[in-house]
């Protein structure tokens, strides 16, 4: 019973990994999604006086070296290589949770593995 997967299954499911993304950057915390890459979020402390400093948040999002080498992708802006040393000073990243979004849009978990990997 292979039933076609509509383009509007697929617009419900990236919307709803667009929102987790978002609202977890809000709460300072990362998401990793496989075969693709880390939106995440860095922090350093900015002097603001002498005696004074207080940290700076920068969203940034770094390309799976594996996406990069399969699709040719020559950007150094969210290049891994370029940018992996920025992942130490980032917040802590969470795998994007599959099952929950899978319930939200009502569509089973291989549907949206392969949704958030094509």
């Avoid at 697929?10 to 977890?24: H, K, T």
């Avoid at 370029?82 to 899978?102: E, G, M, T």
Wanted: aromatic content about 10%; glycine content about 2%.
């Amino acid at each position: 019973k292979d039933k076609q997967v509509t383009k509007r299954q697929y617009e419900s499911v990236w919307r709803v990994v667009c929102q987790v993304i978002a609202n977890s950057m809000t709460q300072m915390q990362g998401i990793k999604i496989p075969h693709f890459g880390i939106f995440t979020v860095t922090r350093r402390a900015e002097k603001i006086n002498t005696w004074e400093s207080r940290d700076v948040y920068r969203p940034f999002f770094i390309l799976d070296p594996n996406f990069e080498q399969t699709y040719n992708v020559k950007s150094a802006d969210c290049n891994y290589a370029a940018n992996k040393h920025l992942l130490h000073a980032s917040v802590r990243c969470a795998r994007l949770p599959v099952s929950a979004i899978a319930d939200e849009v009502r569509i089973n978990k291989e549907f949206v593995n392969h949704a958030v990997s094509d």
